[in-house]
């Protein structure tokens, strides 16, 4: 029962439902790929046809969150501490909010309320790099923080706090390597893309199920 209400949680939360979309997203390119090597054609456009589609959900999802990262630009300005994790994170927040902006003009392009390909083009890719730089942005910071915690005392260190520090970078590299993927002109194999998304998916929901209690 306690299980069940956790999932409702989950599922009532805009994160929580982009999280779950994102796994069948990514795991879906994944197999498409894997199964397109097997000439199995025609279980591999279902399964890419399931990662676009649940591409353009997670889209729609995103309406409304570029309010929320202004708010935490406006409050990592006014904290007090590490400059340099603080700094990492605001430019994090930054890239997270242009890559919102581009990825619904990228999502008008998609459902052709906005009719031009070079345009669509453009989004496509910058809103991959403006992905990239808030990964690499979120690695940096997250480091940073891993490192001033390792440096605490015995006393005021906490194991736990660490742990969730790692799993988050670990996280926040495989999104770096996914962005990468996408914006390397077929230098990174598409399964690979997949297989990174699927990792960073499971983690970014597991941190969703934990927070929902």
Not at 11 to 16: A, I, M, P
Not at 189 to 209: A, D, E, M, N, V
């Amino acid at each position: 029962m306690q299980n069940f209400k956790r999932v409702v949680i989950l599922l009532s939360k805009t994160s929580g439902r982009d999280k779950s979309c994102r796994i069948l997203q990514y795991f879906g390119k994944f197999c498409a790929e894997q199964l397109k090597e097997l000439k199995q054609d025609e279980l591999s456009l279902k399964c890419k046809n399931l990662s676009s589609n649940m591409s353009l959900t997670r889209k729609v999802l995103r309406f409304g969150r570029t309010i929320g990262i202004i708010i935490s630009i406006m409050e990592l300005s006014k904290q007090k501490g590490n400059k340099a994790i603080i700094l990492n994170k605001i430019l994090m927040n930054i890239s997270c909010f242009l890559y919102f902006l581009v990825d619904h003009t990228h999502w008008f392009c998609k459902i052709q309320v906005i009719q031009n390909p070079q345009l669509e083009a453009k989004a496509d890719y910058w809103s991959d790099a403006l992905w990239n730089f808030e990964a690499f942005f979120d690695c940096v910071a997250l480091i940073l923080e891993i490192r001033e915690e390792q440096n605490k005392s015995q006393e005021t260190k906490s194991s736990q706090r660490l742990f969730n520090l790692k799993l988050d970078l670990l996280r926040a590299f495989m999104d770096l390597l996914s962005a990468y993927g996408f914006i390397s002109n077929g230098r990174v194999p598409g399964k690979w893309i997949g297989f990174f998304g699927t990792i960073s998916s499971i983690i970014g929901l597991k941190q969703q199920w934990d927070a929902a209690k």
